[in-house]
């Protein structure tokens, strides 16, 4: 069964590096979006992408985040200077459209120190 | 602001039995109502979607929705020990944007 992978699982940065996370969706499906799960915490949005640009974001997304689809088949989220409180779980799902399910990857845990 | 309150539990249950775990949602233009599972450490994994009233079952699994009471709950027949996570209440309007959740109920089944 076609699933979302993420990549890496885990992720440990210093505080003001760059991190990549890296997803690969669904290959038929066209909505991509990026959450967050700070440990203990419900499960937040980041944004959502569509037809390469984005269609929403939180007010979470601020200047220090970006997304892009670089190619048809990758989908990452890039956060340019990494502070303590980025630390959480990094969930990327994909969705056809036609149904509206959205499925998640299994995640990338952020420590940033 | 959009809002979907679940009780966090734990709601405790004995094997066999069935479990019933509710959710309420702020907007009224909620479109799509959905119910996750998740593990400790783990991703959300969608367990069923619900768009219209009333009931829809999935095997085990029965998810109901009341768009006038702005309410869905999900009922576990026959409840496993497997069953015990954390069940996420999601809503949203439609493709596209944002899924919201609450902060889930943690399901122990005990056997």
């Known amino acids: 069964e076609p699933e979302v992978t993420q990549t890496p699982s885990h992720q440990v940065t210093q505080m003001g590096q760059e991190v990549i996370l890296r997803c690969v969706p669904i290959s038929n499906h066209l909505y991509f979006y990026w959450y967050r799960q700070i440990l203990g915490q419900k499960v937040e949005f980041l944004v959502s992408f569509y037809n390469n640009e984005i269609s929403e974001k939180s007010e979470i997304f601020d200047d220090q985040f970006s997304v892009e689809r670089p190619d048809g088949s990758n989908f990452t989220l890039k956060i340019r200077s990494t502070k303590l409180e980025d630390s959480a779980m990094y969930f990327c799902?994909?969705?056809?459209?036609?149904?509206?399910?959205?499925?998640f990857g299994p995640g990338t845990r952020l420590t940033v120190l | 602001q959009k809002e979907v309150e679940q009780n966090s539990g734990p709601l405790s249950v004995p094997e066999g039995a069935i479990a019933s775990l509710n959710c309420t949602y702020s907007d009224r233009g909620s479109q799509s109502f959905f119910w996750y599972r998740q593990y400790s450490g783990k991703s959300p994994e969608l367990i069923m979607s619900i768009y219209s009233n009333g009931d829809k079952e999935d095997g085990r699994f029965t998810a109901q929705l009341n768009k006038a009471s702005q309410y869905v709950s999900l009922l576990i027949r026959d409840s496993q020990p497997s069953d015990s996570a954390t069940y996420l209440c999601a809503v949203f309007h439609q493709a596209g944007t944002a899924l919201i959740f609450g902060k889930g109920t943690t399901l122990s089944v005990s056997s």
């Open positions: 799902a994909s969705e056809q459209g036609s149904n509206d399910e959205q499925f």
